[in-house]
């Protein structure tokens, strides 16, 4: 039996991951805006969201959403709603006339923080056709569950690691100070992404993403 093909999967899957997103871009916001501990929490809800998604592909739920155009719909839809509303909220915090500090940062509950991260990445139903995509060309098949289980779990542990590297980093004093200098503009850079986000992952055909 062929064997998996672990380079090209945690390549593959570190080159997507990894690259400027409303997830990534988020997990950056809250480290540089919130701090560390936040940025962590984000982070694992991100690698929450990421791990459902590989589960779900790996075990032939991509299958479904090819076979069943309308939930793949429905799914985009909520997710571009719920980037839309982070849009709205970035946007609305670079218009603020209130110049944030560190002590007067209002920080959100642990919970909450965690939350926003899995929604971020569960409210993307791109991600699932990619792993799927991925599994297919990299994954022989009539590999045994417990061989995949551990694909899954290599690219969350990568996927983990590489995140909580960019929180450590954006959440250093110095980063933070920028923050503070261009918050605004930062703000409404990242309310362009979400909107853009959104409205792409709105107006995309399903035939796009297969």
């Known amino acids: 039996m062929e064997e998996v093909n672990y380079p090209i999967i945690l390549f593959t899957a570190f080159v997507s991951l990894m690259s400027p997103g409303p997830a990534t871009l988020s997990i950056v916001a809250t480290s540089m805006s919130q701090g560390r501990l936040h940025g ?8 929450t969201g990421g791990i459902v998604w590989s589960s779900l592909a ?8 090819v076979a069943n155009t309308w939930l793949f719909e429905v799914l985009k839809i909520l997710g571009a709603c719920y980037l839309l509303f982070l849009a709205y909220k970035s946007a609305k915090s670079a218009l603020s006339k209130n110049s944030i500090q560190f002590e007067q940062t209002p920080h959100a ?6 939350r926003k991260g899995v ?10 056709l990619f792993f799927g995509s991925l599994y297919a060309i990299a994954i022989p098949a009539g ?3 417990f061989e995949i289980a551990k694909v899954i779990l290599a690219i969350s542990l990568q996927s983990l690691l590489c995140f909580y590297a960019l929180v450590y980093l954006f959440s250093t004093t110095k980063v933070r100070q920028f923050y503070i200098g261009f918050q605004r503009k930062l703000e409404a850079f990242l309310s362009f992404v979400f909107a853009f986000g959104g409205f ?5 055909k399903f035939n796009e993403n297969t």
Request: aromatic share 10%.
């Open 200 to 204: 792409s992952l709105l107006f995309s």
């Open 58 to 65: 790996a075990f032939g739920f991509g299958a479904i959403m």
């Open 40 to 47: 962590i929490v984000q982070a694992s809800g991100v690698g």
């Open 143 to 145: 590999t045994s569950s």
């Open 119 to 128: 929604l971020i990445q569960l409210t993307n139903p791109k991600v699932i």
């Open 109 to 114: 509950d642990l919970v909450t923080t965690y």
